[in-house]
């Protein structure tokens, strides 16, 4: 009688940066969100090493093949519950997930600075000089699985509770998606003033602030500040600004930012509680809905 493979699952959840795109790449911080929906890593030691589900050229096919005798025998399996959308972090969530099993089978302990100086360098193995690099702050949200602040100088990470009483927040998706990695290839970091990277910076500190004492309706304050800068700098798409001005229109809404590369993927809505009823109204504009708990 032959005793089954046994099956083991890693699993984490969505990222979306509540605020912080562009900051975090600047040099400065940024808070980010874990919801639904899961991605999961499902491990089979079966003898046939093989990598199934992850997408061509990314950072974590070039970090399977160089640790490749890591995982031999494995038959290593990704999948994605919300597979048909994307924009909620399915390259980062797989290679946050490959990294912990990294991890397990070398017997290492989890080092913020090892994971991502790997990130980086197989992000852009290739990247221009003056190239923007990654942040890797949704890959350390992922790996924590839980919602953070990053400070992406000090390589600062501090997770944080989402529990404000009088304010609730959704995410929804536009349909939209512009891809990260092509998207930062046209970005130089030389090109963004100093002074615009401190009021980037400073706004995401005010927000924590926020996140510390419990105060929703400040936070919202942050929220429309942190994105009607950045839609000054040129770093918000028309889609997104003409879809969260119609959204702040609808009552019991305080905050609408989109979220992801040119604040395209999502649209992250902070609402009153007591009016919660105007969700119903925002999803003639946005199919599907996510809570953030």
Do not use: W
């Not at 490959?98 to 397990?104: E, G």
């Not at 609408?256 to 993927?265: E, I, N, T, V």
Request: hydrophobic share 40%; charged share 20%; glycine share 6%.
């Amino acid at each position: 009688m032959t005793t089954p493979n046994v099956v083991e699952v890693f699993s984490c959840g969505s990222k979306t940066f509540l605020i912080g795109e562009y900051s975090a790449i600047f040099g400065g911080s940024a808070i980010l969100l874990i919801t639904d929906p899961q991605f999961s890593l499902e491990i089979i030691p079966n003898g046939i090493t093989q990598l199934i589900g992850a997408g061509k050229n990314l950072p974590v096919i070039k970090f399977y093949h160089q640790y490749r005798e890591v995982f031999e025998g494995l038959s290593i399996t990704f999948t994605n519950s919300f597979r048909k959308y994307g924009g909620f972090g399915t390259s980062s969530a797989q290679f946050s997930l490959l990294y912990k099993l990294f991890l397990r089978r070398t017997n290492n302990k989890f080092n913020i600075l090892d994971f991502l100086e790997e990130y980086r360098q197989l992000y852009y193995e290739n990247r221009i000089a003056h190239q923007i690099q990654p942040s890797g702050a949704d890959c350390l949200a992922q790996y924590c699985n839980h919602h953070i602040y990053f400070d992406s100088t000090s390589n600062y990470l501090e997770p944080i509770e989402c529990n404000f009483s009088d304010i609730g927040m959704v995410i929804f998706k536009t349909g939209f998606k512009i891809f990260t990695h092509e998207h930062l290839r046209n970005i130089a970091n030389e090109t963004i003033a100093d002074s615009a990277k401190r009021q980037l910076r400073q706004i995401v500190s005010d927000a924590l602030d926020c996140f510390k004492k419990g105060s929703g309706e400040m936070l919202a304050h942050c929220i429309n500040e942190f994105f009607s800068f950045l839609n000054e700098m040129g770093f918000v798409d028309a889609r997104s600004l003409d879809l969260a001005k119609k959204i702040m229109q609808i009552d019991g809404v305080i905050a609408a930012k989109g979220c992801g590369s040119m604040c395209l993927d999502t649209i992250l809505v902070i609402y009153r509680k007591n009016h919660s009823e105007c969700l119903r109204v925002i999803s003639a504009y946005c199919s599907e809905k996510i809570d953030v708990n």
